[in-house]
């Protein structure tokens, strides 16, 4: 590896990239939760940080829901009902660790729960600025191939803009849960679905019904575009668990 790639990597403070590993182990079921976690000096040499990184990497845990302090026991895992599971960090841990049916499952009934109604608001709502970035997410699209990186990134911020075209601060506040579940069922799912046609089409249905201003169309088509978009990653995630 060059010195120029080295150089483009963001850097990780070590607080941050230990949380990761501890993170993950929790979200994996390695460390189940009601078990107290080594002590702190000796978790911190296991993972080769300092003491006060591993201090700052407990707390970082702690925000996400996954660890508490407990008298007499240290730091102990949190129950699964507790964990912050919209926070991006818990999300992409889950996902890359075990991503399986039932989660995938989890994530688009939730999607579900939350899209169909931004859209329908947004179709009531949305001002011209956030209608052009709307169009403008879908024109990337449509210029690129689906399997992309630029279009997956075109297809994640059409999703994003829709939520804050909704003019709810509180729909428009899951944008980033909605961003993680994009980005990593994307994944696997355009991967192994790349013949499919009706990416761009599902996301031009739900523009026009917007700039129609017809919330009913919105709801219609975003639930037609997640129906379908649930199929296929449940397609990918067969094959990408079947791949050698």
């Not at 940080?49 to 240290?74: C, D, F, T």
């Not at 990416?199 to 917007?210: E, G, K, S, W």
């Not at 088509?221 to 990918?236: I, K, P, Y």
């Amino acid at each position: 590896m060059d010195g120029s790639a080295a150089e483009a990597r963001p850097r990780v403070a070590r607080h941050v990239m230990a949380a990761e590993q501890i993170g993950r182990r929790i979200v994996s079921g390695e460390l189940i939760p009601g078990i107290a976690l080594p002590n702190s000096t000796l978790l911190a040499r296991e993972l080769s940080v300092s003491r006060p990184a591993m201090r700052e990497a407990i707390k970082l845990l702690a925000g996400k829901g996954l660890v508490e302090s407990a008298p007499r026991r240290g730091t102990v895992v949190r129950p699964r009902a507790a964990w912050n599971r919209l926070d991006a960090d818990v999300l992409s841990w889950q996902m890359s660790e075990a991503p399986n049916a039932a989660l995938v499952r989890d994530l688009f009934e939730l999607r579900r729960i939350i899209e169909p109604e931004a859209a329908a608001f947004a179709a009531l709502r949305a001002t011209a600025g956030r209608l052009s970035e709307v169009e403008r997410a879908l024109h990337v699209m449509e210029s690129t191939a689906t399997t992309s990186a630029v279009s997956i990134r075109a297809d994640v911020a059409f999703h994003q803009s829709v939520l804050m075209a909704s003019g709810n601060d509180f729909l428009a506040s899951f944008a980033p849960a909605i961003e993680t579940s994009l980005a990593i069922t994307f994944g696997f799912q355009r991967r192994h679905c790349p013949g499919s046609s009706h990416f761009v089409p599902d996301h031009r249905a739900i523009f026009d019904a917007i700039r129609r201003g017809d919330p009913d169309a919105a709801r219609v088509a975003v639930r037609a575009l997640l129906t379908q978009a649930e199929a296929d990653a449940m397609q990918g995630l067969k094959l990408r668990e079947s791949a050698p």
